[in-house]
């Protein structure tokens, strides 16, 4: 089943919170001259059009990034994430929204690899297209779950993992953690980020857990809710999982995340939250 499309979604609260985080984790990669490896396993297209007609029919993005674009008010901890949703729009209006791997592109340096993978039939195409003259990178369409133990350990022996699929299916709540399982095995010191959305407060109970019994040590939670908890249909918030954070990382979020919820949370319903699940 592949009928999950990101463009419906692009730019919305869930994916500032994400690429917020990735970007953050990038620069403190970045701090060091050696190289690394960032794979992404369920990549998307790449770029995403917000006046198209997906992102129009859900307008998810006005209530995401529309609402930070420009901001001058915005944190120090946003400018590695805005820096790439500006450098897509260098006209100063808000036409493309970049997915995570065209946030890494932007971020990343010359000695870095981007390892990408993508399933859909249509979003595949796409995604090559973008990295067609970028040497740094390979994109491949596949499972992105078999890149965990096909990619992994890399030959720089630093890297960031993130693993971001669509939970269309119930599967995936279990995947990722095995999937996890599998490529800690092989990478220890690698920075995994998962991103979880919270639909049903329970599913992400149980991930949780089972992320506990693998016995991988220094699991952070980072969370960002615009309504509270429900048991209606949709998602009230969304989070990531770190596994092996940068050791500032915890603090950033810490100093940004009120911020970024009084922006995407207006009427301020919801909550934040930065927790060590599984400290050192
Ligand atoms: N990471 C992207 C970003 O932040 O811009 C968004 C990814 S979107 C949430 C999830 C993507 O996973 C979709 O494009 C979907 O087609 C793709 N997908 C679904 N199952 C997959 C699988 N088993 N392996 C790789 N990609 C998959």
Same mark, same amino acid.
């Given at each position: 089943m592949l009928s999950y499309r990101h463009s419906f979604?692009? #730019?919305?609260?869930?994916?500032?919170?994400?690429?917020?985080?990735?970007?953050? /984790? /990038? $620069?403190?990669?970045?701090?060091?001259e050696k190289p690394f490896l960032y794979l992404d396993t369920h990549a998307g297209a790449g770029r995403y059009?917000?006046?198209?007609?997906?992102?129009?029919?859900?307008?998810?993005?006005?209530? #995401?990034?529309?609402r930070l674009w420009q901001n001058p008010e915005?944190?120090?901890?946003?400018q590695p994430y805005l820096s790439a949703v500006s450098a897509l729009n260098p006209s100063g209006r808000?036409? @493309? @929204?970049?997915?995570?791997?065209? /946030?890494?592109?932007?971020?990343?340096?010359? $000695?870095?690899?981007?390892?990408?993978t993508e399933l859909h039939?249509?979003? @595949?195409?796409?995604?090559?297209?973008?990295?067609?003259?970028?040497?740094?990178?390979?994109?491949?369409?596949?499972?992105? @779950?078999? $890149?965990l133990k096909a990619k992994l350990p890399p030959a720089a022996r630093r890297g960031l993992i993130l693993i971001d699929p669509p939970y269309e299916m119930k599967s995936d709540y279990q995947a990722v953690v095995d999937g996890i399982r599998e490529g800690y095995k092989r990478f220890a010191t690698g920075v995994f980020a998962l991103w979880y959305p919270v639909v049903l407060r329970q599913q992400i109970k149980r991930m949780?857990?089972?992320? $506990?019994?693998?016995?991988?040590?220094? /699991?952070?939670?980072?969370?960002?809710?615009?309504?509270?908890?429900?048991?209606?249909? #949709?998602?009230?918030?969304?989070?990531?999982?770190?596994?092996?954070?940068?050791?500032?990382?915890?603090?950033?979020?810490?100093?940004?995340?009120?911020?970024?919820?009084?922006q995407l949370s207006p009427a301020g319903t919801g909550h934040t939250l930065v927790n060590w699940v599984v400290p050192e």
């Open positions: 979604h692009a #730019g919305n609260h869930a994916d500032v919170l994400k690429h917020t985080v990735q970007s953050l /984790i /990038i $620069q403190s990669l970045s701090e060091k059009l917000l006046n198209s007609e997906h992102a129009e029919r859900t307008g998810e993005y006005m209530e #995401g990034i529309g915005a944190p120090e901890q946003l808000l036409k @493309y @929204y970049p997915g995570s791997p065209l /946030i890494a592109r932007h971020l990343l340096r010359a $000695q870095d690899t981007i390892e990408l039939p249509t979003d @595949y195409p796409l995604l090559r297209n973008e990295f067609l003259k970028d040497d740094r990178a390979r994109v491949a369409r596949g499972d992105g @779950y078999q $890149q949780l857990s089972e992320l $506990q019994a693998t016995g991988i040590k220094r /699991i952070l939670q980072i969370e960002l809710a615009v309504r509270p908890d429900s048991d209606q249909r #949709g998602m009230t918030a969304s989070g990531m999982i770190v596994i092996n954070p940068p050791w500032k990382l915890a603090a950033e979020m810490e100093a940004v995340l009120p911020w970024l919820h009084k």
